[in-house]
């Protein structure tokens, strides 16, 4: 119940709070202006951490369109064939554990939250989410499938899924990509 598991969760949620609220405060620090740690608390204080937000917005959002999911697309899960030249030849996704159905907005944010870099972000967004579009639609109408898909249907599921990417990036991504060993956490 309820009430049993907020006992054993409680504390552990604290702790999470109280360390990304501190990693916000350091990002206000160095962007004076920004409000990170208020909208921080304004998740904390209506789904009691980010966590839980974004499973709310991954399992509860209502979506414009769902359809099988990879579920955890990002460069971890990805491998890459480069020609003789070093350039791209092609990209194989791997590790379809937790593939489903849901919105690809989810698959989409999730990729660019833990795949790219803000800088890209900031400039391509708009292109990336256009070239997205643009061959999600073409790919199902060469198999014969049409689906009332706007590419304003797809921002508006970009938009609310964006706190699922965050969500991963935020959580996973620093113990990820620690090069000193000795800061990394022992699962075991």
């Not at 073409?138 to 609310?160: A, H, I, P, Q």
Request: hydrophobic share 40%.
């Amino acid at each position: 119940d309820f009430i049993n598991w907020e006992k054993e969760i409680g504390p552990m949620r604290v702790h999470g709070n109280n360390a990304q609220r501190a990693m916000f405060k350091g990002l206000e620090e160095k962007y004076p202006g920004k409000k990170y740690v208020e909208h921080l608390d304004a998740i904390i204080e209506k789904h009691l951490d980010l966590y839980s937000a974004a499973t709310k917005v991954r399992d509860n959002q209502e979506y414009k369109l769902k359809t099988i999911c990879h579920g955890d697309p990002w460069f971890n899960n990805m491998m890459f064939k480069y020609k003789e030249d070093a350039k791209l030849d092609d990209v194989l996704f791997i590790d379809f554990q937790i593939a489903g159905y849901a919105s690809p907005a989810l698959d989409l944010v999730y990729f660019l939250a833990a795949s790219t870099t803000g800088e890209l972000r900031r400039k391509y967004l708009p292109h990336i989410l256009t070239m997205y579009h643009t061959i999600f639609i073409g790919t199902l109408e060469r198999f014969g499938v049409s689906v009332d898909f706007s590419y304003e249907d797809l921002l508006e599921d970009f938009r609310k899924a964006r706190l699922h990417g965050f969500n991963f990036a935020l959580n996973a991504l620093p113990a990820i990509l620690n090069e000193n060993a000795d800061d990394i956490i022992d699962t075991e």
